[in-house]
């Protein structure tokens, strides 16, 4: 059997069109792109490709897009960068208890800065209380920080409902929106949510490490968190990796093309993932919103009676590859905070796998994978 890679929450396969792009840019256009001469424009009209094809996705202005690093700098640039920008206005932010590490991070050392943090509770699909929503934003809140798609469980949160009630308690307060994991999935609509700022990362959808993006909404201000040349229109100084950014440009391109069809075929893979799953008897148990009502290409399962790292192993040994959680949390023992968040029952905590599709995956690979997991969690419960 050839392998099956099922943790595309982690990390994606890079495109081949991606790969073949980038290393021409590190062969060729390597160009630094503030400088003056012919390679600096070449790498530097590379840039701007790349800001109009990552706009595109957002339907908004290319100069709202500034490139990062990364989602993990992205967040932190949108959540540090409106607390101290916004200081003098207020000192109370509200996010949610099941945050990517990258952000939840930001606003405990936010608080040991003297800031006021809200925490969102949320119910077992893993959405947002909105009636504390519309109770805790108040006149001294300058940022509300909400994930799109968690990463873990895949609950979709109503942005577009959360936009409404944190505008019509406070007009002054920043929306930010992380779309980390679904940017390329499903549709994005900034405006329609409004949002003033939100979130992306390039190996998330196909493009390579090093590189993702935060959408500011023109208007809105933050306070830079490096300081150097100016690049980025003054707000993220640093030079430009042009391979990694031209990457994401173009992973982005082909990832909205078809986008419909694409996160249809995603549900397709993951329904039949699940009902084999099923007809095999399998003894588990959904973490989180149904399948059908989660994002595309996530789903968490518990399996009574096991250990997740040991199940991961096991499936690991029949080259099936998944995770056990967030990739930037999984190397932690305690159990997920988003799963003790929706109330997951102790037993569930330790034996939770997260399985997670892309369009690489083939019907074949995601029926074969939970005939595989069946076999594997049948074996495994008997010997325990």
């Given at each position: 059997?050839?392998?099956?890679y099922?943790d595309?929450?982690?990390?994606?396969?890079?495109?081949?069109?991606?790969?073949?792009l980038t290393?021409?840019?590190?062969?060729?256009s390597?160009?630094?792109?503030?400088?003056?001469?012919?390679?600096?424009?070449?790498?530097?009209?590379?840039?701007s490709?790349?800001?109009?094809?990552?706009?595109?996705?957002f339907?908004c202005?290319?100069?709202?897009i500034?490139?990062?690093s990364?989602?993990?700098?992205?967040?932190n640039?949108?959540i540090?960068g409106?607390?101290?920008r916004?200081?003098r206005?207020?000192t109370?932010?509200?996010?949610?208890?099941?945050e990517?590490?990258?952000?939840l991070?930001c606003f405990?050392f936010?608080?040991?800065?003297?800031?006021?943090?809200?925490?969102?509770?949320?119910?077992?699909?893993?959405?947002?209380?909105?009636?504390?929503?519309?109770?805790?934003?108040?006149?001294?809140?300058?940022l509300?920080?909400?994930?799109?798609v968690?990463n873990e469980?895949g609950?979709?949160?109503?942005?577009?409902e959360?936009?409404?009630?944190?505008?019509?308690?406070n007009?002054?307060?920043?929306?930010h929106?992380?779309?980390?994991?679904?940017?390329?999935r499903?549709?994005l609509?900034?405006?329609?949510?409004?949002?003033?700022?939100?979130?992306a990362s390039?190996?998330?959808?196909?493009?390579?490490?090093?590189?993702?993006c935060?959408?500011?909404?023109?208007?809105?201000l933050?306070?830079p968190?490096?300081?150097?040349?100016g690049?980025?229109?003054?707000?993220?100084?640093?030079?430009e990796n042009?391979a990694a950014?031209?990457?994401f440009?173009?992973?982005?391109?082909?990832?909205?093309?078809?986008?419909?069809?694409?996160?249809?075929?995603l549900?397709d893979l993951?329904q039949?993932?699940?009902?084999?799953?099923?007809?095999a008897?399998?003894?588990?148990?959904?973490?989180?919103p149904k399948?059908?009502e989660?994002?595309?290409?996530?789903?968490?399962?518990?399996?009574?009676?096991?250990?997740?790292?040991?199940?991961?192993?096991?499936l690991?040994?029949?080259?099936?590859y998944?995770?056990?959680?967030?990739a930037c949390?999984s190397?932690h023992p305690?159990?997920?905070?988003?799963?003790?968040?929706?109330?997951?029952e102790r037993e569930?905590?330790?034996?939770?796998?997260?399985?997670s599709?892309?369009?690489?995956?083939?019907?074949?690979?995601a029926?074969?994978?939970a005939?595989v997991?069946?076999?594997?969690?049948?074996e495994?419960?008997?010997i325990?």
């Amino acid at each position: 059997m050839t392998e099956i890679y099922l943790d595309n929450s982690a990390t994606t396969r890079p495109y081949q069109a991606v790969i073949d792009l980038t290393g021409t840019i590190l062969a060729e256009s390597f160009g630094n792109p503030s400088s003056m001469h012919v390679k600096g424009v070449e790498a530097e009209k590379l840039i701007s490709k790349a800001r109009r094809q990552v706009a595109a996705v957002f339907e908004c202005h290319e100069k709202e897009i500034y490139f990062t690093s990364g989602g993990t700098e992205a967040n932190n640039l949108a959540i540090k960068g409106a607390a101290y920008r916004n200081r003098r206005r207020g000192t109370h932010l509200v996010t949610s208890t099941i945050e990517h590490p990258s952000a939840l991070s930001c606003f405990q050392f936010l608080e040991q800065e003297g800031f006021t943090v809200s925490y969102l509770e949320v119910d077992r699909q893993g959405l947002v209380d909105q009636e504390q929503l519309k109770n805790t934003v108040g006149s001294e809140t300058v940022l509300v920080s909400i994930m799109h798609v968690n990463n873990e469980i895949g609950s979709v949160q109503p942005l577009e409902e959360l936009g409404r009630i944190i505008k019509n308690s406070n007009p002054e307060t920043l929306f930010h929106a992380d779309t980390v994991q679904s940017f390329g999935r499903l549709p994005l609509k900034p405006d329609t949510w409004q949002a003033d700022m939100v979130t992306a990362s390039a190996h998330k959808i196909h493009g390579p490490r090093g590189a993702g993006c935060l959408w500011l909404k023109k208007g809105a201000l933050l306070q830079p968190l490096l300081h150097g040349g100016g690049q980025e229109y003054g707000l993220r100084s640093g030079t430009e990796n042009t391979a990694a950014i031209a990457g994401f440009g173009l992973a982005a391109e082909i990832c909205s093309t078809r986008l419909r069809e694409k996160t249809a075929e995603l549900y397709d893979l993951k329904q039949a993932f699940y009902r084999k799953l099923l007809e095999a008897g399998t003894s588990f148990t959904v973490n989180g919103p149904k399948p059908e009502e989660s994002a595309p290409h996530i789903i968490n399962l518990s399996f009574p009676g096991l250990k997740a790292e040991m199940l991961l192993h096991t499936l690991e040994d029949k080259e099936v590859y998944v995770s056990a959680g967030s990739a930037c949390h999984s190397k932690h023992p305690d159990p997920s905070h988003v799963l003790k968040a929706i109330g997951t029952e102790r037993e569930n905590l330790d034996s939770a796998l997260r399985f997670s599709f892309s369009g690489f995956n083939t019907m074949e690979e995601a029926e074969t994978a939970a005939i595989v997991t069946a076999e594997v969690t049948a074996e495994l419960q008997k010997i325990m």
